[in-house]
């Protein structure tokens, strides 16, 4: 079992939806990365957080620390959020480690 | 203006062959990484270089050699190419020190594959 689990593996939504993709991980970590990958394969960081909440445009990032389990929402989804999105911990012991999960494909169709 | 570019974005190979990926950033930043995807899209981290530095090598054969000649550049060096090594190289920067804590520029990757 990979120890940063996301779900839905795929979506797919219409145009105007409000998505959520969760992340869950079993290991203690400092903080967490939510990434794009577009469908060229470019990839763009989006947030970074440790704790509470972070807010860019339509997307929202919220963190549970004690309940490992971070989610991901868009509001007024739009084709042009189709995309991987990927989430990445960093987790502790000894030396830190970036363990990333495995994904979650979205479609938005108009 | 690219701010992390790497070259080349398509690399087409025999096994046992050696190969160079390079990667540059323009953004002044003091870190740079590399990552590999695989065909099942995974990602994971392969080399981290603080100004020029090595700070992390994660379980990677030593088949796999980066080089810093200065902190703009990152190269990757494959020796004795193995059909597992197809897959698609980011390359990556960020401006603080502190390890992955700062957000990461990505270049647009090079697609790897190994006949």
């Known amino acids: 079992k990979n120890e940063v689990e996301q779900s839905p593996q795929n979506l797919t939504a219409q145009e105007g939806e409000f998505i959520t993709i969760n992340c869950s991980y079993s290991v203690g970590i400092s903080a967490l990365h939510w990434l794009q990958q577009h469908p060229g394969g470019g990839i763009v960081s989006l947030f970074m957080l440790s704790s509470g909440k972070k807010k860019h445009g339509r997307l929202i990032a919220t963190i549970n620390i004690q309940e490992k389990h971070s989610s991901l929402h868009i509001t007024a989804s739009h084709p042009r959020d189709s995309a991987v999105y990927i989430c990445a911990v960093i987790a502790f012991g000894g030396s830190e480690k970036l363990v990333f999960g495995k994904g979650t494909k979205l479609t938005v169709n108009p | 203006d690219t701010a992390v570019s790497q070259t080349p974005k398509y690399l087409v190979t025999q096994m046992g062959n050696d190969k160079s990926i390079k990667c540059e950033q323009n953004?002044?930043?003091?870190?740079m990484y590399w990552y590999k995807q695989d065909s099942k899209k995974f990602l994971k981290i392969m080399f981290s270089y603080n100004n020029k530095e090595l700070i992390i090598n994660e379980t990677v054969p030593n088949r796999f050699s980066p080089k810093s000649p200065d902190k703009a550049h990152l190269n990757l060096h494959i020796n004795s190419l193995e059909l597992g090594d197809s897959a698609v190289y980011f390359c990556a920067s960020s401006q603080d020190n502190r390890r992955y804590t700062d957000t990461q520029y990505f270049g647009p990757g090079t697609r790897l594959t190994v006949l």
């Open positions: 953004l002044g930043h003091d870190t």
